[in-house]
């Protein structure tokens, strides 16, 4: 038996153990594409999620919003697993100028995932947003727990899959002083500058992939 060549067989078996652990760290990520600049000026940034270990870690950095104002953001997505897009501006159906919430929803889907101090809530009406600084730009960071947020997807919107893969993430808000005609609409209670979305990002897969 040859037992330098076993050592070597060992040694390759433990480093494909080592690829495959780091191959079970999905990501999906994209950049931010401004939307309604003529209100919202130059918006950027860049939105991801890894899994990791049950984990989905939220990571979104975005510049060029509202200072001092805090953005409401979100996971948006079809229910029937839809690959969701960001709207073009032929998504202005109602020609005032400004996609608003309701017109996002022909391509994006909806609201669906709160990105804030407790994803796992699904709440959506919260003051927990992260708020942009004095020179307009933030930076959110969270873990979300994998398999309590697959049971609350489940629960409120009777999904049985989570693909981020085929969700946008949205940035809203614009500054109080903001003037928007009266046509934008809003949800139900919330002023249009609060769900006014300035920023949306349609996620991919990035880099190494799980074999499923
Ligand atoms: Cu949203």
Same mark, same amino acid.
């Given at each position: ?21 780091? @191959?079970? *760290?999905?990501?999906? &990520?994209?950049?931010?594409?401004? %939307?309604? =600049?003529?209100?919202?000026?130059? $918006? !950027? ?54 996609? @608003?919430? *309701?017109?996002?929803? &022909?391509?994006?889907?909806?609201? %669906?995932? =709160?990105?804030?101090?407790?994803? $796992? !809530? ?68 919330? =002023? ?21």
């Amino acid at each position: 038996m040859n037992f330098g060549r076993l050592a070597i067989g060992l040694a390759c078996l433990s480093s494909l153990a080592a690829a495959q652990n780091a @191959d079970d *760290a999905v990501m999906y &990520a994209a950049p931010f594409q401004a %939307l309604n =600049p003529a209100i919202t000026g130059d $918006v !950027s940034g860049e939105a991801s999620f890894r899994e990791v270990n049950g984990k989905l870690l939220a990571s979104i950095q975005v510049s060029g919003v509202a200072p001092d104002t805090m953005h409401l953001q979100h996971l948006h997505g079809s229910r029937d697993f839809m690959e969701s897009r960001c709207p073009p501006a032929a998504a202005d159906t109602n020609d005032d100028g400004l996609i @608003d919430l *309701a017109e996002s929803r &022909a391509y994006s889907g909806i609201t %669906l995932i =709160p990105l804030h101090d407790d994803p $796992v !809530s699904l709440q959506i009406k919260t003051h927990t947003y992260p708020t942009a600084n004095q020179q307009g730009s933030y930076e959110y960071q969270h873990s979300i727990d994998l398999s309590k947020l697959q049971t609350a997807v489940k629960e409120k919107y009777g999904m049985d899959e989570l693909n981020p893969g085929r969700m946008v993430v949205y940035v809203h808000s614009v500054t109080d002083k903001a003037k928007l005609p009266d046509s934008v609409r809003s949800l139900p209670d919330v =002023p249009a500058k609060v769900t006014l979305p300035i920023a949306c990002a349609e996620l991919n897969v990035q880099g190494p992939t799980k074999t499923r």
